[in-house]
């Protein structure tokens, strides 16, 4: 696949799945802009290694649920390029708390960044898409939007499914110039999971047919298979990519 010269944008890419997305975009040509909401130093040091693939790539902080700093990102991104040609809403946060101990805020700090930071950045970039009559969106739910097991998410598992309509309506918003796709990753081996207890991380992979967690780059791997040119006849449509634990 080659996105020579392809403006992107990765949200929350300064680590994991996000990180992962950034680095295959920049080894397939692209000018890649790494956004990031605290950690300076970690988008520091991922922006200067896709750099040395010889693309035009900067990082950029912007806390994708606050309406002016995706404003501020978005502008950045124009002035510099003057074009976004691919979007990657992949910032997201997990709070793990039993069901009965969730708190309101943790329903509207999740569905801040997991929903509403996704339509906003949409919101933004699709304007230009457009305008330009060119654009791929892809969205990273995940299975717990499709199917759940368990309770101590419920906020998170909401806001994935939440996604998946929200593809929908921006498939149909932004048609006919721009693809709008999601992936639905079950496990991946992230520090978005760090905090389990390993007992039930052993569980949850017996679960998996392929008795394995993914690497962030098979995630990627599906990213931009549907950001590329190959996908173009996929529009709102969900791919699960999760060893097949939907058939357990
Ligand atoms: P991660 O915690 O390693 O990375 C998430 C990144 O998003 C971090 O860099 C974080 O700083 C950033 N972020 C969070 N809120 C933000 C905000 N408001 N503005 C800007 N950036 C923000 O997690 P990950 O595992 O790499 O997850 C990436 C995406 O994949 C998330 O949407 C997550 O829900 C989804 N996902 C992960 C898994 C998994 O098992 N790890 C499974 C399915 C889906």
Known sequence: MNFSNKVVLVTGSSRGIGRSIAVRFAKEG?????????NTGEAEVITEIISNYGNDCISIKADVSKEND???????IIEKYGRIDILVNNAG????????????KDWHDTLDTNLIGVFLVSKYVGKYMRE?????????????GLDTTYTYSVDYDASKAALINLTKNLAIEFSPYVNVNAVAPGWVDTEMNAELSKEYLREEKEKILLKRFAEPEEIADVVLFLASDKARYIDGETIRVDGGIKLL
């Open 70 to 76: 995706v404003k501020e990102m978005v502008n950045k």
């Open 132 to 144: 330009q009559k060119y654009g791929k969106i892809v969205n990273i739910s995940s299975t717990n």
């Open 93 to 104: 946060i997990a709070i793990d708390r039993d069901f009965a101990d969730r708190k309101i």
């Open 30 to 38: 692209a000018n890649v802009i790494i956004n990031y909401r605290n």
